[in-house]
């Protein structure tokens, strides 16, 4: 027997009736049940942001609407099938997202319907500052972090010329910190949505990290930039990332 609600079947339903298949998807992504989104609906999703006659902006919305849900296990999967998309999706709809400002207002959500919503809903609201910062880091770079070549023959930080890196490290400083801040302990995985999130922050986490330390290799192996290492130091972000390396160790 399914775990849907009754509400989420009829959603599903209405949808079908009236045509809607994007819709109807990403109902059935961001359903009641306390299980990450199924594979087979973000890979459908996914698949939909490659194919020309999709709207990115109907898809974005109707997500960004299920984020507004006052389920914390809707609003969850939502944020979850988002970073999906932006991570495993057509560039485009992170472009949309970042320029068109989308942000997901969820700084005060509360969901008091149960211990378990109250919990859960203090990592919604540090998820979301993840996905905000995730977004405007791309607005700032016109590049994701998490996709870019990494690596010392071809990583793109490893490159990049000192002008460049020293506004792209702060940006990637930025969004690291909002990830360490979702600053959840092996207990607290206590259900499928949590473990879902964790495993694409995790990732992200190795990607930015590895980023970062190219970025890093690159300035101090410059010699002739003495005075963009200089700011770097000043600004305490080497400092920083020492910190929080060893916090991850």
Same mark, same amino acid.
């Given at each position: 027997?399914?775990?849907q609600? #009754? ?6 339903a209405?949808?079908s009736l009236?045509?809607q ?15 990450g989104p199924?594979k087979?609906?973000?890979?459908y999703l996914?698949?939909?942001t490659?194919e ?5 902006p ?11 849900h006052?389920?914390?296990t #809707?609003?969850?999967k ?6 999906n998309?932006?991570n495993?999706g057509?560039?485009?709809?992170t ?5 068109n400002?989308c942000?997901?207002?969820?700084s005060n959500f #509360?969901?008091k319907?149960?211990v378990?919503?109250?919990d ?10 993840y996905l905000?910062?995730?977004a405007?880091?791309y ?9 870019i070549r990494r690596?010392?023959d ?8 000192a002008?460049k890196?020293l506004?792209s ?9 909002a990830l #360490?801040?979702?600053?959840c302990?092996?207990?607290e ?6 473990n879902a999130?964790?495993?694409?922050l995790?990732?992200?986490?190795i990607r930015?990290?590895a ?7 690159n ?5 002739s930039e003495?005075?963009?290492k ?6 305490g972000?080497l400092?920083?990332?020492d ?6 160790s």
């Amino acid at each position: 027997m399914s775990g849907q609600s #009754i509400l989420d079947r009829m959603t599903a339903a209405k949808h079908s009736l009236s045509g809607q298949g994007l819709a109807k998807v990403v109902c059935k992504a961001t359903t009641e049940e306390v299980m990450g989104p199924k594979k087979k609906h973000l890979d459908y999703l996914i698949q939909c942001t490659n194919e020309p006659n999709v709207s990115i902006p109907q898809l974005a919305d109707l997500l960004i609407e299920r984020t507004q849900h006052t389920n914390w296990t #809707i609003v969850f999967k939502a944020l979850i099938t988002i970073q999906n998309l932006m991570n495993y999706g057509n560039e485009r709809f992170t472009q949309y997202l970042a320029s068109n400002n989308c942000t997901f207002n969820l700084s005060n959500f #509360i969901d008091k319907a149960g211990v378990q919503g109250y919990d859960m809903s203090t990592y919604i609201r540090r998820y979301s500052k993840y996905l905000n910062e995730k977004a405007v880091s791309y607005r700032s770079m016109a590049f994701d972090f998490c996709k870019i070549r990494r690596g010392k023959d071809d990583g793109v930080l490893r490159k990049m010329n000192a002008e460049k890196l020293l506004k792209s490290l702060p940006c990637l400083q930025h969004q690291l910190d909002a990830l #360490i801040e979702f600053d959840c302990t092996p207990n607290e995985l206590t259900n499928g949505v949590m473990n879902a999130c964790f495993l694409l922050l995790f990732k992200d986490l190795i990607r930015l990290f590895a980023c970062y330390n190219d970025g890093v290799i690159n300035l101090l192996g410059n010699g002739s930039e003495m005075s963009f290492k200089a700011v770097l130091f000043r600004s305490g972000y080497l400092k920083k990332l020492d910190i929080e390396l060893h916090k991850e160790s």
